[in-house]
């Protein structure tokens, strides 16, 4: 073993070396860079700096943001993670105008930004914010009141809008290129912000999750409809999807109400929680829709049924999808006034077909989901179906559950 020579770290290449310290978080790159020159300047590769993540940090100050953004990083940067103090002991806000000024000028090519408990307010908008965004994930934070307002169109800009509101199509004036806006458990939002991202040119993905000031008459407002000079609202939406999952007890009307006018353009909708309820037999008014999502919820089989049923009368609709969803039994086979005799015999077809040798059925609840599988196989031959993590509740009358 004496005639090899000792091996270290300086032996491997420096591609090899950037691979090492990828596995590494920021801290500890920081940290790596005062070992040497060589590994100062190995930290500094752009090929470590295009996910950041620093939610973890803990004491995350306005210096230790400003000695990264000068020293590290750069064009490389593609997705940036950060914790604000909105929960913390210090408390304070950190994300300056001159900082975010900073950041979009020395990292051009940053296209999502998440922050987490961030104290927003003293920013007068989302337009600091650097224009090449594509995503923006806001959790837990508190926003000022025209935060997603867009600065009023130039001369130039007012022309050419005047120009384009000629033709059969309304357009807003182009200023903020993000495409997808998550907002989770964002108590400030409220119907306001809503309404003012209907300037959003660009947006075409919106996630509304735990948003409890957003109602129904908002999201009606903001519904694309056609309008005097052709369409109004947020035409440009191809995804939305809306969830109620915390806060027990939570009586307000669901914001889902809202989709009973119908949306246009709208090609995916995902409701999850308390939004299901309300929202999903409003689902066959979205003439686009394409896929249908719904969400850690619970549902009566009749019910499921008959929105699925009118499902049928959407060209378009190409997928269902049921994650995370209680299918409550049918309590009985009770007489369907108004249906066709057709359907009312295709579905006593199915839910005969599930019985056992004894004709007893509670004692195989998968058999329960399988049937009602078929059934909609049967109402929706050129849907997709998806059951992923689905159950089945039991003698619900009787206030006990078994679930598979």
């Not at 800009?157 to 384009?164: D, G, H, L, R």
């Amino acid at each position: 073993m004496d005639e090899f020579p000792t091996c270290n770290l300086d032996y491997l290449p420096e591609n090899i070396l950037i691979d090492v310290l990828s596995y590494l978080s920021v801290r500890e790159l920081v940290r790596a860079g005062r070992v040497c020159k060589r590994w100062r300047r190995l930290v500094k590769d752009q090929k470590l700096w295009r996910l950041v993540d620093l939610t973890a940090w803990k004491g995350m100050t306005s210096r230790i943001l400003w000695v990264l953004l000068r020293q590290y990083l750069g064009c490389g940067l593609r997705n940036l993670r950060l914790r604000g103090l909105l929960l913390s002991v210090r408390g304070g806000t950190f994300l300056s105008e001159a900082w975010l000024k900073a950041l979009s000028t020395k990292c051009p090519r940053m296209s999502k930004l998440y922050l987490l408990h961030a104290d927003l307010r003293s920013l007068p908008s989302c337009q600091l914010l650097p224009p090449s965004l594509k995503v923006l994930e806001l959790q837990g934070c508190e926003l000022p009141q025209g935060f997603f307002n867009q600065d009023p169109p130039t001369s130039s800009q007012e022309t050419t809008s005047s120009a384009k509101q000629k033709g059969t199509r309304h357009c807003a004036p182009s200023g903020i290129s993000i495409e997808c806006l998550i907002l989770n458990s964002i108590p400030s939002f409220k119907d306001q912000h809503l309404q003012s991202l209907t300037s959003w040119e660009r947006l075409s993905r919106l996630e509304l999750c735990d948003t409890f000031r957003v109602t129904a008459n908002g999201l009606r407002g903001c519904a694309a409809k056609e309008g005097v000079s052709g369409l109004e609202g947020l035409f440009r939406l191809k995804c939305l999807e809306m969830s109620m999952t915390t806060r027990q007890g939570y009586q307000r009307p669901m914001a889902s109400l809202g989709l009973e006018m119908g949306w246009l353009g709208l090609e995916e909708l995902s409701l999850g929680g308390k939004e299901v309820a309300p929202g999903f037999p409003y689902a066959s008014r979205l003439k686009d829709l394409k896929r249908l999502s719904l969400k850690a919820c619970t549902l009566d089989e009749l019910q499921v049924v008959h929105n699925c049923k009118m499902l049928r009368g959407l060209p378009g609709f190409l997928r269902l999808e049921f994650l995370d969803v209680v299918f409550q039994q049918r309590r009985c086979s009770p007489e369907r006034a108004g249906e066709g005799e057709q359907e009312q015999e295709g579905e006593e077809e199915v839910a005969d077909s599930d019985k056992g040798d004894n004709g007893n059925n509670e004692n195989k609840p998968d058999k329960l989901i399988r049937n009602l599988r078929r059934l909609l196989a049967v109402m929706l031959p050129c849907c997709t179906l998806t059951f992923n993590n689905c159950s089945v509740q039991l003698n619900s009358n009787l206030g006990s559950n078994l679930f598979i």
